[in-house]
Every structure is written in structure tokens, then in C-alpha cells.
């Protein structure tokens, strides 16, 4: 199986790592994006645009490299770091791509279709109360007013959406960093680099937490043990194990940035054949029929969705390989204590 991610994406994504002749081309267009984006900016912090405060505190996670940065793991890991600290956090989210028109609870056993791969991957791990819809604040209302004991809310991406008041902004990159430094769609920013954030986490991946973040920024490890069969019943093997017996391994991703999930599987020390797909990627067409592979590797997102599909969902050779982040330093502390300055109602 091919890359299948489509030629217009792989040719950006190897532009906006250089400046280019295709990223200077671009350049005259980002000059544009950026004026807009600028006079947006301008008319909420002027009040001629407002930004609506919520009854709780707002998280926001989010990133301004377009594509994944660990978002997803991010969010669970917050989710639980403030259940720890004696919060009752709920979500709210856009709900890329899912094709819900008005504001929807999510749970469990929601269509991936309806609310969106990340939510609802969000949903099954934590069980925290999580609602999408296109306008946050709306959700946000929806949320509190059916969950009243949330306390403050986590915003899964929303960065741009200055409709919402937020008390905390959290950035999250990887080892792709800033790329050319450029803003859409020269490069791959949608914000400059300098934009404001009350705390910065570098998506590190498998690799080693020593050293690999400069000072300031919270490192992010996703650890990866084991993988668990898609098919019931759901057998469990240690990550590091799948390729005994000379199975011939296969491995799909159809998330952001699909290389850090093979980064993972090669530090567990396997061999496979690599099949990125587009971000978000529905399996509407069955990307495993026809792979020759004893045992096909993906991730916890992809999962959601091939569940949901009879001739995928009970494929014996298909195994998800959940990923646990993993932060460095009192990140946790610090967003506490800053909930903490947050002024009560």
C-alpha cells in the first residue's frame, strides 16, 4: 500500500520545513492571511469584538502548527491531572470532522461521524462530560447547564477562537517546531510563533525526556506498551512482542503527523511496512483489505472509527497501540495554581 495521503498535502508539508521556491511563492498569500488574522486579533483586544467569560475557568489546548502536535493525549492527561487536584473538569470541542450541525453531547458509544474522532476518543478514555459544536461558547453553555458540577473547562483546539474567554492558553509543538517560520499557506503557522501562551509543551514522542526540551517548555513523552486486538476478544500483547514469530507487520496512521506513530512503533524495536493516511481519514474505502501483513498496527484514534465498521471491527489482524503522555516537571502544579488566581463569580 502506497503513501496515501493526498500529493497536494506531502508537497505543503515538505515546503513549510524550508523557504523554498514553492514556500516563496506561497509567501505574498501568508502576507495576506496574516493582515486578516491580525485585524481579527485587533477587534477583540479593541472590545469592538467580544469575548464572552464563562461561569468557569478555560483551558484551552490547542497548537499553531497546522496538523497534530499530541493534542489529543494532552487533553487526557489534563483531564486527569485536574481530577487529581480535586477538579470536576468537563470538555468542550469543534469536532473536526464529524458532521454534527448543532451542539452534542458525546459519549462513549457516539458515532465517530456525528462528534468527531479526538472527542470522542476523549469521551471513552476519560468519561469526562465533553459536548461539540461550531460556536464553543455555545457548548460550553450547553455543557454546564446539563453538567453542573463542572468546575472548569478544557478546550480541545480553539486557540484562534477569541469568541471565547480563556484564563489559560496552552501551545503544544513537536519536533517539527516552527517549520519555515511562515504563516499559512507559505508555511505551516497559523499564528506567528511569538503569540502569547501561558505555558508551552514540546511534543517529544517516544524519545528520551534528558535535555529534549529548552528551558520554559514542559516536555511531553507517549509511552506505548502494549497493543490490543480490535476484534473480540480483545487479547492484549506487550508492544515490543508483535513481530515474534517473524510476523509481517504492517502499520497505519491516519492522524496529523503520522511518522511520530511509526517513531513509536521503531523505538519499541519492531519492523513494518508504513501507511500513512490523511488526517481524520473516515475508512469509508477499507485501507487493510488486500495488505499483506500477519498483524496491522494503529492508533487509538484510527480506532474509534474502524469500530464503528463490521468488515474492519472484526478483523483479527488488527491491533491499536494506545499512547499514555507522559509530562516532565510540575506542569500540573502550575496550571493549578493559576486556576487559583482566577477571580470567583
Not at 232 to 252: T, V
Request: charged share 20%; with cysteine; aromatic share 6%.
Amino acid at each position: 500500500m502506497a503513501d496515501s495521503r493526498p500529493n497536494a498535502e506531502a508537497i505543503l508539508s515538505r515546503a513549510w520545513q524550508s523557504r523554498g521556491p514553492l514556500a516563496c511563492l506561497l509567501w505574498p498569500l501568508s502576507l495576506l492571511f496574516a493582515a486578516l488574522s491580525g485585524v481579527r486579533r485587533l477587534l477583540f483586544a479593541l472590545g469592538v469584538k467580544r469575548s464572552e467569560r464563562l461561569p468557569v475557568p478555560v483551558v484551552v489546548v490547542g497548537n499553531i502548527f497546522v496538523g497534530g502536535t499530541g493534542k489529543t493525549p494532552f487533553a487526557i492527561w489534563l483531564i486527569e491531572a485536574l481530577r487529581a487536584a480535586g477538579y470536576t473538569p468537563g470538555v468542550i470541542s469543534r469536532g473536526y470532522g464529524g458532521g454534527a450541525q448543532q451542539t452534542v453531547e458525546v459519549s462513549a458509544t457516539s458515532a465517530a461521524a456525528q462528534v468527531g474522532d479526538e472527542p470522542l476518543l476523549i469521551a471513552q478514555r476519560t468519561g469526562a462530560p465533553l459536548v461539540v459544536g461550531r460556536r464553543r461558547v455555545q457548548a460550553a453553555r450547553a455543557l454546564l447547564a446539563a453538567h453542573p458540577q463542572v468546575d472548569v473547562l478544557v478546550s480541545d483546539d480553539g486557540l484562534q477562537h477569541y469568541a471565547m474567554a480563556r484564563d489559560i492558553e496552552i501551545v503544544l509543538s513537536d519536533a517539527r517546531g516552527v517549520g519555515n517560520g511562515w504563516l499559512l499557506p507559505a508555511g505551516p503557522l497559523r499564528e506567528p510563533a511569538s503569540r502569547r501562551r501561558d505555558f508551552s509543551v514540546l511534543n517529544v514522542g517516544s524519545s528520551g525526556m534528558a535535555g529534549a526540551a529548552p528551558a520554559g517548555v514542559h516536555a511531553m513523552q507517549l509511552l506505548a506498551t502494549e497493543a490490543v486486538q480490535l476484534a473480540p476478544p480483545a487479547a492484549r500483547k506487550p508492544l515490543a512482542r508483535m513481530g515474534e514469530g517473524g510476523l509481517r507487520l504492517a502499520a497505519l496512521a491516519g492522524i496529523g503527523h503520522p511518522e511520530r506513530f511509526f517513531a513509536t512503533l521503531q523505538a519499541a524495536g519492531l519492523s513494518f511496512s508504513r501507511h500513512p493516511l490523511p488526517d481524520h481519514y473516515d475508512f469509508a474505502v477499507d485501507p487493510f483489505a488486500g495488505l499483506a501483513a500477519d498483524a496491522i498496527l494503529i492508533t487509538e484514534k484510527d480506532a474509534v472509527k474502524c469500530r464503528a465498521i463490521e468488515a474492519i471491527r472484526n478483523d483479527p489482524r488488527i491491533w491499536v497501540v494506545p499512547v499514555t503522555a507522559r509530562i516532565d516537571g510540575a506542569l500540573a502544579e502550575h496550571i493549578v495554581e493559576k486556576l487559583r488566581e482566577r477571580p470567583t463569580a
